[in-house]
């Protein structure tokens, strides 16, 4: 149930999503984590990038103009409608179950493999397994997300909702989320098959707190 409400929150909330993150609404993306996911992929010299949950789009077309061979996918169909327009790259219309279910349909191998604040629901362990099809034998999985240290609320998994307060009514719908510990995140890589290979805490200052945290994770058989 909150799997399909936070799909469906994307369908909605597309319009408002795509004009925050082109107009630099978000000021942790402008200041900070936009610039660290993107410094993170150039570090492991990767020419071939899927960006899984890609949104709009920025990223994959950031890349692709740095002369990588970019695939984006996502499972907004309004979000990729907005991708495939700005162009860039190549944009698949596809959720994590099917995903999951057929990774090699996205083509690949990929050098890296990139979540930029995309990893949203529960049900990961799958799409994350069957993402190492996908990665070349030494392919980077890296992960950015919010910072679980860094939040208001219970230390535990669990669901919470988002509401946007800070988008002026931009999201309508709010989304449910799966809330995960450093420990939940780091579990879910080792038994995914992925090893923890670096995990940064990227920050507008050093004395500031951390934006994010970006994991970065290689095949547990590459290692
Ligand atoms: C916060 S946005 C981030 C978008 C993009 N990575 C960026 O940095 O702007 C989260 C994205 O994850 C996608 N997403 C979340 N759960 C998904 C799922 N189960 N299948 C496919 N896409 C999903 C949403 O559609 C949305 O585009």
């Known amino acids: 149930m909150d799997e399909q409400t936070l799909a469906a929150s994307w369908e909605r909330n597309a319009g408002g999503w795509t004009a925050a993150v082109r107009s630099g609404a978000i000021v942790s993306r402008r200041e900070v984590t936009d610039a660290a996911i993107v410094a993170a992929v150039r570090r492991t010299g990767a020419r071939s990038v899927l960006d899984l949950g890609c949104g ?63 990893l ?16 070349t034998p030494r392919g980077r999985l ?3 997300t ?16 988002e509401a946007f307060q800070g988008l002026d009514g931009a999201m309508p719908a709010p989304m449910p989320w799966y809330f995960r510990t450093l420990g939940g995140w ?14 940064e805490e990227p920050r507008a200052a050093p004395s500031a707190a951390p934006a994010s945290v970006l994991f970065v994770a290689v095949p547990a058989n590459a290692v």
């Open 56 to 118: 709009e789009g920025w990223l994959v077309r950031t890349l692709a103009a740095e002369g990588c061979r970019v695939v984006g996918v996502d499972g907004a169909a309004a979000l990729i409608a907005a991708a495939r327009q700005a162009g860039g790259g190549t944009f698949h219309h596809r959720d994590y179950a099917a995903i999951a279910a057929a990774p090699t349909a996205l083509g690949g191998p990929f050098e890296a493999i990139v979540c930029n604040f995309s």
């Open 186 to 199: 780091v579990n879910l890589l080792v038994r995914a098959g992925w090893t923890l290979q670096a995990l």
């Open 120 to 135: 949203l629901g529960e049900a990961l362990p799958a799409l994350l397994y069957s993402l190492r099809r996908l990665a």
């Open 142 to 144: 890296l992960i950015q």
């Open 146 to 161: 919010l910072h679980p240290l860094h939040l208001a609320g219970p230390y535990r998994d669990g669901w919470r909702t």
